[in-house]
């Protein structure tokens, strides 16, 4: 089965600065990556997808993500970071078979006016 | 209405009550969900449904029950529940495009359930 680390439960930056969420998977191939975000008392908002295409992924509200295959890894980032973008980060991997989609613990992330 | 509705919203319950959770979705999918999401912990699957037909049980305890009666309806029937059920729960659709590639699931706002 596939598994997600998501390092660091909690990120705080300041309103500006550069937004880095931490997202490592566990597969001997590359899988379907995703980042969703959850705003309080909503459910889960799709931010981005990596789907084999452009290792380098554009998503909604000025997020990016880069597949990296060497280091597993699919970490998302912001340049500056917006009041409105306190939320939580769930990063997320299927697989090519079957549509089970495996969530990491997320990251709370606070923006610091 | 669009995308993925939840009703009720919020819903407090006592063990002995039987209860159900409902959950419609308004995008044309194939592929329904229901997670489990408590503090801390990561999303919990619990049930998938393509096509109507439950694809996924991943251990969940018979006091909760799904029915997908169509490909845009969802519930999940609650009956003799613990205190420890307390979470949100969130229902998901998807298209499935059934070569072996998943595409994206689109979640509804949760259902906060307390268990008293």
């Known amino acids: 089965a596939q598994s997600v680390t998501q390092l660091g439960s909690h990120v705080s930056v300041s309103e500006g600065a550069l937004v880095l969420l931490r997202c490592n998977y566990s597969?001997?191939?590359?899988?379907?990556l995703f980042w969703y975000v959850q705003y309080p008392n909503q459910g889960l908002q799709l931010l981005l997808k990596?789907?084999?295409?452009?290792?380098l992924v554009k998503g909604i509200n000025g997020f990016e993500a880069e597949f990296k295959k060497s280091e597993t890894s699919f970490h998302l980032t912001k340049p500056s970071a917006h009041m409105s973008d306190a939320a939580e980060y769930f990063c997320?991997?299927?697989?090519?078979?079957?549509?089970?989609?495996?969530f990491g613990t997320g990251t709370s992330l606070t923006v610091i006016p | 209405e669009t995308g993925v509705t939840q009703t009720p919203r919020h819903l407090v319950m006592g063990m002995t009550n039987k209860k159900s959770l409902k959950c419609e979705q308004h995008?044309?999918?194939?592929?329904m969900y229901w997670y489990k999401q408590s503090a801390k912990k990561p999303l919990e699957l619990m049930f998938v449904?393509?096509?109507?037909?439950?694809?996924e049980n991943n251990s969940v305890p018979s006091r909760f029950s799904p029915e997908c009666p169509n490909s845009s309806h969802l519930f999940l029937h609650l009956h003799t529940l613990q205190p420890e059920d307390s979470a949100l729960y969130l229902c998901?659709?998807?298209?499935?495009?059934?070569?072996?590639?998943?595409?994206?699931?689109?979640f509804g706002p949760g259902t906060r359930l307390t268990v008293l």
């Open positions: 449904y393509n096509f109507k037909e439950q694809t």
């Open positions: 597969s001997s191939v590359p899988p379907y």
């Open positions: 998901a659709s998807s298209q499935d495009l059934g070569t072996g590639m998943t595409n994206e699931q689109f």
């Open positions: 995008l044309g999918h194939n592929a």
């Open positions: 990596y789907t084999s295409a452009a290792t």
């Open positions: 997320a991997v299927s697989e090519y078979t079957g549509n089970q989609f495996y």
